[in-house]
């Protein structure tokens, strides 16, 4: 079994930025990819960005490409994401999750964190 907690997010006025993390324990490696996914209140669940563990390969949502990096950390079995230029429509869960597939598509990861909240001020 994979687990994976976030850390990292909270309040931040717009145009700041924050570096949210996922720790991964409980043989990660056996997920071939890391996503990162938000929901805002009352919206469905979207992607963000991904990675693939052993190439380092990424995937990014248009919306938010040129200002989220995913990056991970094999030997910290650690994904990060490093969200810059933060606007309010940024707000919300954010959540990682482990999957088979460089994929932005939700059922292609089988396990999930609990999520952390990011909050964007006007």
């Known amino acids: 079994q994979v687990q994976l907690v976030e850390s990292g997010g909270g309040f931040v006025q717009a145009g700041g930025s924050l570096r949210l993390s996922c720790a991964a324990a409980?043989?990660?490696?056996?997920?071939?990819?890391m996503g990162w996914f938000r929901q805002a209140p009352g919206k469905e669940r979207e992607f963000v960005a991904a990675?693939?563990?052993?190439?380092?390969?990424?995937y990014y949502a248009g919306s938010v490409k040129g200002r989220v990096t995913i990056s991970r950390d094999n030997a910290k079995n650690t994904v990060y994401l490093q969200m810059s230029s933060l606007k309010p429509e940024d707000t919300a869960v954010y959540y990682c999750?482990?999957?088979?597939?460089?994929?932005?598509?939700?059922?292609?990861?089988?396990?999930w964190g609990q999520g952390t909240q990011v909050t964007v001020s006007s």
């Open positions: 409980g043989r990660p490696f056996s997920r071939f990819a």
């Open positions: 999750a482990a999957g088979n597939t460089l994929s932005p598509v939700t059922t292609h990861y089988d396990r």
């Open positions: 990675i693939a563990w052993s190439s380092g390969g990424t």
